[in-house]
């Protein structure tokens, strides 16, 4: 008897990874050539990221070339509160894995118990030698970065542990790192700069992603229809599209699938879908949240007439396509969830009358009010963006930056006043 749940999308347990062909060729070529790169991957929300750094892992951990241990580290379940805790989690981090590994390295496990970088440092620098590289994932990176907790020196640190070894590192976050990080001297280190210039974008299944996961319900016969409702549904992104086809399972014993049944199907997860969408969707900055609510009310504009950043992080997000010199939408489920919330937009109080509609709508009124004041000063902007953005679910972050943006303000005021060589 079929499962009802057959494609794993959340939950305790790993998901394995379906598809991703291209995406893990890109990887393993580029971890396993002659001279390996360090590399950052990037993907919005749910799209799979920690599905894609699980997978690999288990690979490389059982090829043991050209690495002898695999370290996975997700660093935004327990992010370290500073430096010092950092070294510590990845000492213990380290330890664990060579103590699990079965290899003779008791004495490499013992130093590693003092967690102290210099110790750190030197069980690296010994393990260079004896052939015995590490890589290390580190996943979930966002939430140390975002806290701005971590100073340049880490960083600095950071970098002599791969810095001409044969160590390389791997990391996972949901932005360019020169987005996440708020610190101007944390920017400033040169441990950003080992990793390729040219990220891996974890974007929505492909085509080719798609036909494999379809062919693996062996018991259906899906209509051409069908696939291009799937795609208009779902636009790909992994778990909606999954969800539909868990939804056929569950309804449908086996046989031929058309568009009909993808329509009902896609409208029974609707709810089931809700917490992942709107997760996606407060992901997005309000000038994109507003171009899409444009692109909704007039179906499609010119690509060239939209601004590049808020275009840019519509495609990303797999919510919008290029067709021709087009804008156009291409995911059916968020549109629904978008054109409920704006059935609903304009009544304060349904958008402030609760402590939990006050908590979903301010950061958007936030962000809405700062698109309107000119960007002067890039710096200035990016520290009160982020500021905003931690609200209402992290207001400590928000308050530690409320310094550097005085500072910054009264700094940009004084050489307004005195002129820029000013004191």
Partial sequence: MMSKIFFPIQGPDIVPM????QIME????????????????????????TVIMHALSKMLSEMKLPYRFVLYWHLGHVAPQSNQEFVAQLCDKISQVLAESGEDVADYCQYLKEHTFTDLDEVMEYLDEDGMPVLMLWDGFDKPLGQNRLTVHLWDQ????????KHKIVIASRKPLSQLIRSQEALSSPFWNIFDPNPVRIGAFNEND???????????????????????????IPPLFLGILNQIAKDTPRGSVDNKAINQAAEKTT???????????????ENTKNLFRHLLEQKEIVFEQTGKAERNSLLEMSFAKKEGNRLISCCRHLEK?????????????????????????VRSLLQMRLSHIPRFD???FHLVERAVMD??????????????????ALQLIWQKEFGAESN
């Fill in 18 to 21: 379906l598809g991703r062909d």
């Fill in 26 to 49: 890109r990887i393993l070529g580029d971890l396993t050539k002659k001279t390996p790169s360090n590399l950052s991957l990037i993907g919005p929300r749910s799209f799979g990221k």
């Fill in 158 to 165: 950071m970098r002599s542990l791969f810095y001409g070894r």
């Fill in 210 to 236: 798609r036909i494999e996961i379809i062919s693996m319900l062996k018991d259906y016969d899906f209509q051409p229809g069908a696939k291009t409702e799937l795609l208009n549904w779902t636009a790909g």
């Fill in 271 to 285: 709810d089931s879908l809700q917490v992942i969408i709107e997760g996606m969707w407060q992901d997005c900055p």
């Fill in 337 to 361: 969830h978008i054109q409920e919330e704006m059935n609903e937009f304009g009544s304060l109080a349904r958008l402030f009358g609760t402590w939990d509609n006050y908590k979903s709508n």
């Fill in 378 to 380: 890039d710096d200035l």
């Fill in 391 to 408: 609200i209402p679910n992290h207001p400590d972050y928000c308050l530690g930056d409320l310094t550097r943006i005085r500072n910054l």
